[in-house]
């Protein structure tokens, strides 16, 4: 896990949260970001972790993250 607990990764899997998703008509769910690696023989954390960031960084930037205004009267 990494210190911001916005990663979770080992050498054949990951898990991100995108920062500032939010989608009004759902603004109890959150957006995560998976990648995990069926080639047998392939295990590398730190090439998981470089993948991971950069791909929930490109997520946040792009339309698939929201980030609309909560209304306070939800």
Same mark, same amino acid.
Not at 6 to 34: E, F, I, M, N, W
């Given at each position: 896990?990494?210190?911001?607990?916005?990663?979770?990764?080992?050498?054949?899997? &990951? +898990? /991100? %949260?995108?920062?500032?998703?939010?989608?009004?008509?759902?603004?109890?769910?959150?957006?995560? !970001? *998976?990648?995990?690696?069926? &080639? +047998? /023989? %392939?295990?590398?954390?730190?090439?998981?972790?470089?993948?991971?960031?950069?791909?929930?960084? !490109? *997520?946040?930037?792009?339309? &698939?993250?929201?980030?609309?205004?909560?209304?306070?009267?939800?």
């Amino acid at each position: 896990m990494s210190s911001d607990q916005k990663y979770l990764h080992s050498g054949t899997g &990951a +898990v /991100g %949260r995108p920062a500032g998703c939010v989608d009004s008509d759902h603004p109890q769910q959150k957006l995560y !970001t *998976v990648i995990q690696v069926f &080639a +047998v /023989g %392939r295990d590398d954390k730190s090439t998981m972790k470089q993948l991971i960031t950069g791909y929930t960084t !490109t *997520v946040e930037k792009s339309a &698939a993250c929201p980030h609309d205004v909560v209304s306070s009267s939800r």
